[in-house]
C-alpha cells in the first residue's frame, strides 16, 4: 500500500521530470548492464536479501529497512529479466534464506534447468522453518 501511494506521489505534478524520467533512465543503465553481463555469462546467482529475513511482524514501521531488503530483487524487476528465488539455508536463528538467479530475456529454460540441477542435489526446499513444522 505503501509503494503505491509513494508511486502515485511522484508521478504527481512537478515529481514526473524530478523523478520519474531519472527512474527511466537508471533503468536503461541497468538493463545494458546486464545485458553485458548475459554476453558473457548465462546467469547470475545473488542472495535474494542482503540480510536475513526479519521475524514476522519485525520493522513493520520501518519502510526503509523493509524495502532494502527487496534491493538485489530490483535489476530483474527492473529490467524485465526472468529469476527465481529458491531456498537455500536457514539462520543460525532459523529463519530462511534464499539465494536468486536470474537469466536474459527469453531464457526462461535455463531458470528451470539451473533450479531443476540445484534442488536435485539439495534439500533445502523440502525443510520448513522450525515453527512451521
Not at 529475513?53 to 527487496?70: A, K, N, T, V, W
Not at 536474459?104 to 515453527?131: A, C, G, M
Amino acid at each position: 500500500k505503501r509503494r503505491i501511494m509513494l508511486g502515485t506521489f511522484s508521478l504527481s505534478s512537478g515529481y514526473y521530470e524530478a523523478y520519474y524520467l531519472k527512474a527511466l533512465k537508471v533503468r536503461s543503465l541497468i538493463k545494458k548492464e546486464l545485458q553485458e553481463v548475459f554476453r558473457h555469462y548465462q546467469a547470475i546467482i545473488t542472495p535474494t536479501s542482503p540480510t536475513p529475513p526479519f521475524q514476522i511482524g519485525e520493522r513493520i514501521e520501518d519502510p526503509l529497512s523493509m524495502y532494502l531488503s527487496d534491493i538485489y530483487t530490483i535489476p530483474s524487476n527492473l529490467s524485465v529479466i526472468p529469476s527465481v528465488s529458491l531456498p537455500c539455508g536457514f539462520t543460525k536463528e532459523g529463519l530462511p534464506v534464499g539465494l536468486q538467479i536470474m537469466a536474459n530475456h527469453f531464457s526462461e529454460d535455463i531458470l528451470i534447468r539451473l533450479s531443476f540441477s540445484y534442488q536435485s542435489v539439495t534439500n533445502w526446499h523440502k525443510i520448513y522453518p522450525r515453527e512451521y513444522d
